[in-house]
């Protein structure tokens, strides 16, 4: 079993917060075209993102 990676997922920041982008941090950077150190602040701050339009979560995955 190898180490587990993180996948992020950029939702919109209303109530039904829909999935917009799910990939690895670089993917979903280039999605919303924001730098790569925003989405790490992003998820690190847990800001709410209602000035952007949308919120960055981790999802921890497994490695297999």
């Known amino acids: 079993m190898g180490a587990p990676y993180n996948?992020?997922?950029?939702?919109?920041?209303d109530e039904l917060e829909l999935p917009l982008c799910v990939g690895k941090a670089e993917e979903v950077a280039r999605y919303l075209g924001v730098p790569l150190s925003?989405?790490?602040?992003?998820?690190?701050?847990?800001?709410?993102?209602t000035i952007r339009g949308?919120?960055?979560?981790?999802?921890?995955?497994d490695g297999e």
Request: glycine share 4%; charged share 20%; net charge positive.
């Open 38 to 49: 925003y989405i790490y602040q992003a998820v690190c701050r847990q800001k709410s993102g």
């Open 7 to 13: 996948l992020y997922m950029a939702t919109t920041a």
């Open 54 to 61: 949308y919120r960055v979560f981790r999802i921890k995955e």
